[in-house]
């Protein structure tokens, strides 16, 4: 099945405290770009990456980190997560061009930091 | 100003009834509109796209994009609960972005 997957689906943490969100996509898509989401805020993105080796930022980036070293996978890292990181977050991969290529969401990663 | 604005709703319709789903963007440098729906504690997923101005129509749905207005529409005819969900609009920008509104909450009640 073609999937975006994201793990950990909930995570609860401390201010302060290093991690990770995993995304993986078995679509052989070039593109892939990371979102949160927040009440009356809608959809924003964090950083993406048009292919291996090849990261941007997006619109909020402050307080995030991406890599990606194979085409599958897009991490991202909050060093030092705080308050207002708390969020649902998104990770979305699509084929690159001009034509109609819509993004596939994975299931979101609802992040709580205390 | 946002680039594209969306009415967070909720609206609230019978079961049935014709919905009606709008957006306004505000730059007219972009050819590609999408409308995404996304159900409680899901992934946004791909609903319906259109190309530059016209309708598209896809069995209950049709999608609706006026340039001269900046306008994108979603209509949904003989709506059913099952389409209780946040509709998000969106246009694709450079480098294969896509700028979302902030999504309208749509209940259809049986």
């Known amino acids: 099945e073609a999937q975006v997957t994201q793990n950990p689906r909930y995570l609860i943490t401390v201010t302060g405290k290093k991690l990770t969100v995993t995304c993986s996509q078995n679509m052989n898509h070039e593109y892939m770009s990371w979102y949160r989401q927040d009440p009356g805020l809608g959809l924003r993105q964090i950083y993406y990456s048009m292919n291996v080796e090849v990261t941007d930022k997006g619109d909020v980036p402050e307080g995030y980190k991406v890599s990606r070293k194979e085409k599958r996978n897009f991490p991202l890292i909050l060093e030092s997560p705080s308050p207002n990181q708390t969020s649902l977050y998104f990770c979305a991969s699509s084929f690159t061009g001009e034509a109609n290529y819509g993004y596939t969401f994975g299931s979101g990663t609802r992040l709580t930091v205390v | ?110």
């Open chain 2, 1 to 110: 100003q946002k680039e594209v604005e969306q009415d967070p709703g909720p609206l609230s319709v019978p079961e049935g009834a014709i919905v009606s789903l709008n957006c306004t963007y505000s730059n007219s440098a972009f050819q590609y509109f999408m409308w995404y729906r996304q159900y409680s504690r899901k992934g946004p997923e791909l609903l319906m796209y259109t190309y530059s101005s016209g309708n598209k129509e896809d069995g209950r749905f049709t999608a609706q994009v006026d340039k001269s207005s900046k306008y994108i529409s979603l209509f949904i005819r003989d709506s059913q609960p099952s389409d209780s969900a946040t509709y998000l609009c969106a246009k694709k920008g450079g480098f294969q972005k896509l700028v979302f509104g902030t999504g309208t909450r749509l209940l259809v009640s049986p």
